[in-house]
């Protein structure tokens, strides 16, 4: 999915531990998502930020906190990993016109 | 409470065929409905948006058509090929920020 780089594409974590998911756009776009995907539930809004320095919590922020280091970046934190945290977790920015996003290609992360 | 709702978790159509996918909402300040396509281990990816003002949008194969009164869209692909076989999300644009809410998504599954 060009524009939308995520890194890493996979990670298993064990419980407690920390980790920073990564991602940058290169579409100068203002505003970007952090969605997670779960089987049967869809894509839920973790956080956004409509522009660099501002972050908003979405439908799940629990357990989540964001940083949007400038315009390009916008990382996802779990500070003290839980099985419930198992999903797979996408970054966008928007396309611009239609309204619509670009994705990324998402982690996967697995919390044991 | 579950502001878009796609109730078919899956569908299945043959080549050559008309597969049509429904979305019902509940909010009434939704402005702009879009549908994405996701295939296994990648990011959703736009296919066609349509703003409430309009009834109608056709893309080549595909067309949204959007029923106010109901609350309901509904994606029509013709004619079904295997390469649609993907998951597909519905949409809705409500409130600042371009904030997407999505449905559960719907698996569609093309047979040759």
């Known amino acids: 999915n060009a524009g939308v780089t995520q890194t890493p594409k996979f990670q298993v974590l064990k419980t407690g531990q920390s980790m920073t998911l990564q991602c940058a756009q290169d579409m100068n776009h203002n505003s970007m998502y952090w969605y997670r995907q779960d089987p049967g539930m869809g894509l839920r809004l973790i956080y956004y930020?409509?522009?660099?320095?501002?972050?908003d919590k979405g439908e799940v922020p629990n357990g989540y906190n964001v940083s949007r280091l400038n315009k390009r970046e916008f990382s996802l934190r779990l500070e003290s990993a839980a099985p419930s945290q198992t999903s797979v977790y996408f970054c966008a920015t928007l396309i611009g016109g239609n309204y619509g996003y670009t994705f990324g290609s998402g982690t996967r992360l697995t919390v044991v | 409470d579950q502001q878009v709702k796609q109730n078919s978790p899956s569908l299945s159509v043959q080549e050559g065929r008309i597969s049509i996918l429904n979305c019902d909402y509940t909010?009434?300040?939704?402005?702009?409905f879009l549908w994405y396509k996701k295939y296994p281990a990648e990011g959703p990816t736009f296919l066609i948006s349509?703003?409430?003002?309009?009834d109608k949008n056709e893309d080549g194969r595909f067309t949204v058509f959007l029923n106010k009164s109901a609350k309901h869209l509904s994606l029509h692909i013709v004619p079904s090929q295997p390469g649609d076989s993907a998951v597909y999300f519905c949409a809705a644009r409500g409130g600042s920020n371009y904030k997407l809410t999505f449905g559960k998504g719907t698996l569609l599954t093309v047979n040759p």
């Open positions: 930020s409509a522009s660099e320095g501002t972050t």
């Open positions: 349509i703003s409430s003002i309009k």
């Open positions: 909010n009434s300040m939704f402005d702009y």
